[in-house]
């Protein structure tokens, strides 16, 4: 059944966005200094947050990508996660910073921190832009967090629904 959307409310704008990704940036840049860490974008919603953070973070590192898929519809979630594309480069003995556009049910970063961490890196943390709480289903430990809100149904900056406006430059909620 196709959902109608009624519209959409701002809800962080380009320069709120900006700010904390650079005060993020900021942040790991300081906490991983001599350590060359890998960062692991998760496709595809956090790929304009990788992009925005990594020109913002001061230190030499290297990036790749993961691609997962959750089957059944997200409301419903079964948790029954796949892995679509895994990393490239080896990441024993290495640093690893997850970056992800949402942490929302947290079946997704459940399933990637175990999947990495099963790896052998030398240290691994999550980066996220958004903590989203209401439909939290399993603990999810998040070391750099943008920012904290309850529920809303996201898009822009990354965040589609159904692939649409995954390239707003600003962050919306959809009104239903
Ligand atoms: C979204 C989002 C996170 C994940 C969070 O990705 O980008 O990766 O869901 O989900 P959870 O905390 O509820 O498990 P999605 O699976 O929609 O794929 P996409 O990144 O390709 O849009």
Redesign the pocket.
């Known amino acids: 059944m196709a959902v109608e959307i009624k519209g959409k409310r701002l809800v962080f704008t380009r320069e709120q966005i900006a700010d904390k990704v650079s005060a993020l940036a900021q942040q790991i840049s300081q906490d991983y200094q001599g350590k060359n860490p890998i960062l692991i974008g ?5 790929f304009m947050f990788l992009a925005d953070l990594t020109r913002h973070i001061s230190i030499p590192f290297k990036i790749d990508f993961v ?4 089957y059944g519809a ?1 409301d419903y ?1 079964t ?1 029954e ?1 796949k892995l679509t594309k895994d990393v490239e480069l080896p990441l024993k003995g290495e640093h690893v910073l997850i970056v ?13 921190l175990d999947h990495i961490a099963a790896k052998g890196p030398k240290s691994l943390k999550l980066c996220a832009l958004i903590n ?1 709480l209401e ?3 399993v603990e ?1 430990p998040i070391d750099y967090v943008g920012f904290t809100l309850d529920k809303g149904f996201l898009v822009g900056y ?3 629904f159904n ?1 649409m406006f ?1 390239c707003l430059p600003e962050i919306y909620e959809l009104i239903f």
């Open positions: 998760v496709l595809k919603g956090a691609r997962v898929a959750s997200k979630s948790g996660i992800e556009d949402i942490v929302d049910i947290g079946y997704t970063l459940r399933f990637l989203k439909r939290r289903k999810i990354g965040l589609d692939e995954r």
